[in-house]
């Protein structure tokens, strides 16, 4: 929002009145702002980005929105809205997920939250073939597989440019999660390399990362990362 754009928004919001553009006429207006942001205000106050008196008049009462990852009870109702929404825009006539593509989409960590959603369904209803969302219609970076959401390979190590884009992506695109997107991109190519050392053995690799092997087989699933059955064979240890 432009410091102009402030300026007009904060003249509505004190005095109750605006002219139209190109208009001479005094419209007097009576009216409740909702307004949304994932943008750090008080950061940009601070940098003089952001007016303090519009903030301080727009926070009356403030409503604090989890990332979409810690909302998994939301993600069926959201699925089921944008399926039907995208189906009609994009002309298909998909009605339904099935369970397996659900519990894929619950699993995965969200780090884009609700445009990373759109943006997955809408991929998959372009691979549809029926009436069901299935889960090889799914994108590769929701399935867990094929190049991360920073844009390198899952598979492959983490060079310091890579984890440069990483950043500046995110900061170009506004997150106010960071460090958790940090943390989800870094643990699954240590869990993929670790997993790859220990030739995909489960219990070999909880032993390496200092875990017990139940938390170790959450992570993977919360990740979306998809492992051989070696990976949960028995070695005669159990964590």
């Not at 928004?9 to 009145?17: A, S, T, Y």
């Not at 109702?77 to 619950?106: H, M, N, Q, T, W």
């Not at 960590?109 to 889960?135: C, D, F, H, I």
């Not at 909880?206 to 990740?223: D, E, M, P």
């Amino acid at each position: 929002m432009t410091p102009l754009t402030q300026t007009k928004i904060l003249r509505v919001l004190q005095d109750q009145q605006f002219e139209r553009v190109g208009g001479n006429e005094t419209i007097r207006t009576d009216v409740r702002l909702i307004a949304a942001t994932n943008r750090d205000l008080e950061r940009l106050i601070a940098s003089g980005q952001f007016r303090g008196d519009l903030y301080y008049r727009l926070n009356v009462y403030t409503i604090k929105l989890p990332p979409l990852r810690d909302r998994a009870d939301d993600l069926p109702l959201l699925v089921g809205y944008f399926l039907k929404r995208f189906s009609r825009e994009l002309g298909k006539d998909v009605g339904s997920i099935a369970p397996e593509a659900l519990d894929i989409l619950l699993r995965h960590p969200w780090p884009g939250n609700l445009r990373e959603l759109q943006s997955v369904l809408k991929q998959a209803l372009l691979q549809a073939t029926g009436p069901v969302l299935l889960p090889e219609f799914l994108p590769a970076s929701a399935r867990g597989e094929g190049r991360a959401h920073s844009g390198t390979a899952s598979n492959a190590p983490l060079t310091t440019a890579d984890l440069a884009r990483f950043i500046d992506e995110r900061l170009e695109s506004g997150s106010r999660d960071l460090h958790a997107e940090w943390l989800a991109l870094t643990e699954r190519h240590l869990l993929a390399h670790v997993l790859r050392h220990t030739g995909n053995n489960l219990s070999q690799a909880a032993r390496v990362l200092g875990i017990n092997r139940a938390t170790l087989r959450t992570r993977l699933g919360q990740l979306g990362m998809a492992v051989g059955r070696s990976a949960f064979a028995d070695d005669g240890h159990h964590s």
